[in-house]
């Protein structure tokens, strides 16, 4: 029931900078939190960043952690992934993910469509 729009992908230089937006519409939980994964090409999903919605608390990757932000506007519904020093491998496509609970994780419910980030050497 709980749609996610994302935006704000594209081409971007080694060491340049992107914002990634993901809109949600629809239910929320009482209780839920809001993220960001990744695929790389011919590799697995994997877990980038995620925030709780009530109190903004967060968790992040360590291949990200000091060059990638996570946080979100209530007003908006809108969570928000500011990427920094960005790198080759860090081209991808990004998921946006929303669950109940802390956190979100591979099993989370809910998944916006997909933004392909790709950073040229």
């Known amino acids: 029931q709980v749609h996610l729009v994302e935006s704000g992908g594209g081409l971007v230089q080694t060491g340049g900078s992107l914002r990634l937006s993901c809109a949600a519409s629809?239910?929320?939980?009482?209780?839920?939190?809001m993220g960001w994964f990744r695929q790389p090409p011919g590799k697995e999903r994997i877990f980038l960043a995620s925030?709780?919605?009530?109190?903004?608390?967060?968790y992040y990757a360590d291949s990200v952690k000091g060059r990638f932000t996570i946080s979100r506007d209530t007003a908006k519904n809108t969570v928000y992934l500011e990427m920094n020093s960005l790198k080759p491998e860090d081209t991808a496509v990004y998921y946006c993910?929303?669950?109940?609970?802390?956190?979100?994780?591979?099993?989370?419910?809910?998944w916006g469509q997909g933004n392909q980030v790709t950073v040229s050497s």
């Open positions: 925030i709780n919605w009530s109190a903004a608390r967060t």
């Open positions: 993910a929303a669950d109940k609970g802390l956190r979100i994780g591979p099993k989370s419910k809910y």
């Open positions: 629809g239910r929320t939980f009482s209780s839920y939190a």
